[in-house]
């Protein structure tokens, strides 16, 4: 798995775990919901310094979007996007 696939692979992990959506994740790392979705689509090229902003926000160490998978687990399913339902 090539560099950029494996982050985008990893971010989804991270974030489904945490239930968090694409526009809260955009919120609190200060970034457009778009480039989250980049990101998580492979299309986008984050910094070092984003990818520190990140793992900030989430709570995990830089080294886990780097994390190989699991040969049986299933692809993560990209992150929600817009707001959760029921809230406001």
Not at 17 to 36: F, N, T
Not at 51 to 65: G, N, R, S
Request: glycine share 6%; no cysteine; proline share 7%.
């Amino acid at each position: 798995m090539k560099g950029r696939a494996l982050f985008a692979w990893n971010l989804r992990r991270l974030d489904r775990s945490g239930g968090i959506s694409q526009e809260r994740l955009a919120a609190d790392s200060e970034v457009d919901r778009a480039y989250i979705s980049e990101l998580e689509n492979k299309r986008g090229n984050p910094t070092v310094d984003f990818l520190d902003k990140l793992a900030t926000v989430l709570d995990v160490p830089l080294h886990e979007f780097f994390r190989l998978p699991d040969r049986a687990r299933k692809k993560p399913r990209a992150l929600p996007s817009g707001r959760p339902r029921g809230k406001t």
